[in-house]
C-alpha cells in the first residue's frame, strides 16, 4: 500500500477520492482522481445519522464553522450525547 504526503488534510468526501485514488493501478496519471471521483459519487452514502455538530452553521453564508471538542471522559461524552 502506498502512502502520499501532502501539504494539506482532507477528510470526508476529499480523504475517501484520495484514498481510493492511491489504490487504484489504472490509469496512471491525474485521469485516476478522476474516477476515483466518480466512483465514490456513485458510492456516496450521507452520514451522521443527522448528528448537528455544528448546529448553527449555515451552509450558503460564506463562513467555514468549525466546532473543536477538546478532551472529555467517557462518562461526559455520554451524557452529552443524546442531546447532539
Do not use: H, Q
Not at 31 to 53: Q, T
Not at 55 to 80: E, H, M, N, Q, Y
Amino acid at each position: 500500500m502506498s502512502a502520499e504526503i501532502t501539504d494539506r488534510a482532507c477528510s470526508g468526501f476529499d480523504s475517501r477520492v484520495n484514498d481510493r485514488g492511491n489504490r487504484m493501478r489504472l490509469p496512471a496519471g491525474r485521469f485516476k482522481y478522476d474516477l476515483a471521483m466518480v466512483a465514490e459519487l456513485a458510492a456516496f452514502k450521507p452520514y451522521g445519522g443527522g448528528m448537528r455538530i455544528c448546529a448553527d452553521a449555515v451552509p450558503d453564508d460564506g463562513l467555514f464553522d468549525i466546532t473543536v471538542v477538546g478532551d472529555c471522559s467517557r462518562t461526559t461524552l455520554l451524557k452529552v450525547f443524546p442531546r447532539v
